[in-house]
């Protein structure tokens, strides 16, 4: 007898370790767009509160080395107070050439559950996060997103919440 395929999306990596962490999720696609390098996402027609997206930036400090902060998309990062929480004296972006080699993740499909699973790298998710039922944050695909209860995020990958978004 032959198993019958689920309809819908194929799982990537990051939802195969929340299935595996027992943690509850919902499976997201987001149209993008390639502007120059950099790829982004359209979010307007899907009625989705941008504030709820979260990017996950990485960056190097003296103290940490490779840390990660997770904002949400429609701010900026704080790189003073990621520094200041993180115990660095400075913290600054990766630069784009080196971020596959430091995260195994091409830009834009960084995710707080993959780089944490991979490298245990610190991270830091915004204090807002703690305030919403549930965040989205990358699956480790462009265009792939996870929607996730933030403070069960913060267990599985060991993040502290903190301010992190610039005022």
């Given at each position: 007898m032959s198993k019958k395929k689920k309809k819908g999306l194929k799982k990537t990596q990051v939802e195969q370790i929340l299935d595996r962490n027992n943690i509850t999720y919902k499976q997201m696609e987001f149209p993008t767009h390639q502007d120059g390098d950099v790829r982004t996402?359209?979010?307007?027609?899907?009625?989705?509160?941008?504030?709820r997206i979260y990017k996950t930036l990485v960056l190097e400090g003296p103290t940490t080395g490779p840390l990660v902060g997770v904002v949400p998309v429609d701010s900026h990062l704080?790189?003073?107070?990621l520094a200041r929480v993180s115990g660095n004296k400075k913290v600054e972006m990766v630069?784009?050439?080196?971020?596959?080699?430091?995260?195994?993740?091409?830009?834009?499909a960084n995710t707080p559950v993959g780089i944490y699973e991979?490298?245990?790298?610190?991270?830091?998710?915004?204090q807002d996060?703690?305030?919403?039922?549930?965040?989205?944050?990358?699956?480790?695909?462009?265009?792939?997103?996870?929607?996730?209860?933030?403070?069960?995020?913060?267990?599985l990958v060991h993040a502290e919440f903190a301010d992190l978004q610039q005022k």
């Amino acid at each position: 007898m032959s198993k019958k395929k689920k309809k819908g999306l194929k799982k990537t990596q990051v939802e195969q370790i929340l299935d595996r962490n027992n943690i509850t999720y919902k499976q997201m696609e987001f149209p993008t767009h390639q502007d120059g390098d950099v790829r982004t996402m359209s979010v307007d027609h899907l009625g989705i509160d941008e504030h709820r997206i979260y990017k996950t930036l990485v960056l190097e400090g003296p103290t940490t080395g490779p840390l990660v902060g997770v904002v949400p998309v429609d701010s900026h990062l704080n790189e003073k107070a990621l520094a200041r929480v993180s115990g660095n004296k400075k913290v600054e972006m990766v630069p784009l050439k080196k971020l596959v080699k430091t995260t195994g993740y091409v830009h834009g499909a960084n995710t707080p559950v993959g780089i944490y699973e991979k490298n245990h790298f610190p991270i830091f998710i915004d204090q807002d996060a703690e305030k919403e039922d549930t965040i989205f944050v990358s699956s480790g695909q462009i265009g792939r997103s996870v929607e996730v209860n933030a403070k069960d995020l913060a267990t599985l990958v060991h993040a502290e919440f903190a301010d992190l978004q610039q005022k």
